[in-house]
């Protein structure tokens, strides 16, 4: 079973323009993770974000976590081209072993 | 630094055919993982390696599936015999550790099963 599910599934903007998605997840976490998947690619860590913290920053890339809401968020400013892939969170349920949801599909056209 | 490798990175065979699949791991770490990715999906623990041990390995098949980590640093993982369901991106990945230490699981190519 999946803990995590983002939303929306796929998501289509200009180059230029900022790209939120979103994670909601069902039980406890320790931390949560985002991930992308270019086409073809294997997956590559984006960001942690620990349970106690609620917001983090990583170049273009700005998560928030809100515990209460079991949700998080993943926003990417002036999205670029090469920003096109899948993202995925992956909560560990308490147990530090991610479970993947079934990602957000983003087309950043150029 | 090389990643993590897999190979085949894309393999084509007939059900009830047996298929392996082989990963090596960043060195030094101590964890490594399978997942399985089906389309349009996210990836699916398969099972967890604490160096030789495995553990978390509770959504692994154990009828068709089997997996092994000899000394702790290549895995193979196999399928015998495939099925059509089977069909997906098989992925490996390592981390140095896991627990709450445990920042980032570096992922492989994956191999592209197809079961015809």
């Known amino acids: 079973s999946q803990q995590g599910e983002e939303d929306p599934q796929a998501l289509s903007i200009q180059e230029g323009e900022n790209a939120t998605m979103n994670c909601s997840y069902k039980?406890?976490?320790?931390?949560l993770q985002w991930y992308r998947q270019n086409s073809g690619r294997g997956l590559v860590h984006l960001i942690l974000?620990?349970?106690?913290?609620r917001e983090k920053h990583s170049g273009r890339l700005r998560v928030t976590l809100d515990t209460s809401k079991k949700s998080s968020s993943l926003l990417i400013t002036a999205s670029r081209a090469a920003d096109t892939a899948s993202y995925f969170c992956?909560?560990?349920?308490?147990?530090?072993?991610?479970?993947f949801g079934r990602g957000t599909s983003l087309i950043v056209h150029p | 630094e090389a990643g993590v490798v897999q190979s085949p990175r894309y393999k084509i065979i007939e059900k009830k055919q047996p298929v392996a699949f082989w990963c090596n791991p960043i060195?030094?770490?101590?964890?490594l993982y399978w997942y399985r990715q089906n389309l349009g999906q996210g990836p699916e623990l398969l099972i967890r390696y604490e160096n030789e041990e495995a553990v978390d390995d509770s959504q692994l098949p154990k009828d068709r599936f089997s997996a092994e980590r000899l000394k702790g640093v290549d895995s193979t993982l196999k399928i015998q015999p495939a099925e059509l369901g089977d069909s997906a991106v098989y992925l490996c990945?390592?981390?140095?550790?896991?627990?709450?230490?445990?920042?980032?699981?570096?992922f492989g190519p994956g191999t592209r099963l197809t079961v015809l």
């Open positions: 992956a909560t560990d349920g308490g147990s530090y072993i991610p479970t």
């Open positions: 990945a390592s981390s140095l550790d896991w627990g709450i230490s445990t920042d980032t699981q570096y």
């Open positions: 060195s030094g770490h101590n964890t």
């Open positions: 039980t406890s976490i320790n931390n």
């Open positions: 974000i620990r349970s106690n913290e």
